[in-house]
């Protein structure tokens, strides 16, 4: 959450959601919070200033962490359309990347959907030792993989391959796409 937002509205919905879950009417949870029906009211209408002793009662009463109750919630569904989102281009090669998904500290992984033209290729120097990359061809044919040992891809293929040693994109036929998963160690 960032410091100078307030976090009174994501408090408010998110109280008012998980006390609909649970199932519970504003009188029972202010009962089992041991607080008054009033203070959690002024809470779920955005008012009012709850302590950290307030929303850690709330918690244990709804039986949900404190962070759910001050965290707010990520969209389930997020959606770029084409031709958003930040895209860069090669240097020496019709090829563009567009980041879809970086990856949370936890999850290790970037999702990046490619385009690229016929070309000389792209020449991908090696990413970190035990990077590995997942790639789906969309559209159009697709020469990719170590320096060493490329494979030939049309659309629906899926290779994977090592992205800690120099590897290659090469599009064969215009308007070849591709998505890419990136797994960083």
């Known amino acids: 959450m960032s410091q100078s937002a307030s976090p009174l509205p994501t408090i408010a919905a998110a109280l008012r959601r998980e006390r609909e879950r649970a199932g519970l009417s504003l009188t029972e949870l202010a009962r089992r919070a041991g607080i008054a029906k009033s203070t959690l009211s002024q809470l779920e209408s955005g008012a009012g200033n709850p302590s950290v002793e307030t929303l850690w009662s709330l918690g244990v009463a709804l039986g949900v962490p404190f962070s759910r109750l001050v965290e707010p919630v990520t969209p389930t569904v997020q959606v770029i359309r084409a031709g958003e989102g930040p ?40 990413h970190l030792p035990g990077s590995i990359e997942h790639l789906i061809v969309a559209a159009g044919r697709l020469r990719t993989g170590p320096v060493s040992e ?20 090469e599009a064969l036929e215009p308007g070849t796409v591709a998505v890419l998963v990136m797994e960083h160690p």
Request: net charge negative; no cysteine; hydrophobic share 35%.
């Open 87 to 126: 895209r860069v281009q090669a240097e020496r090669a019709e090829f563009a990347a567009t980041l879809l998904s970086a990856g949370s500290p936890h999850a290790r992984r970037d999702i990046y959907l490619l385009t690229i033209e016929p070309s000389a290729g792209r020449e991908a120097d090696a």
């Open 150 to 169: 490329p494979v030939e891809l049309g659309p629906g293929d899926y290779a994977t391959f090592g992205g800690d040693a120099p590897h290659r994109y």
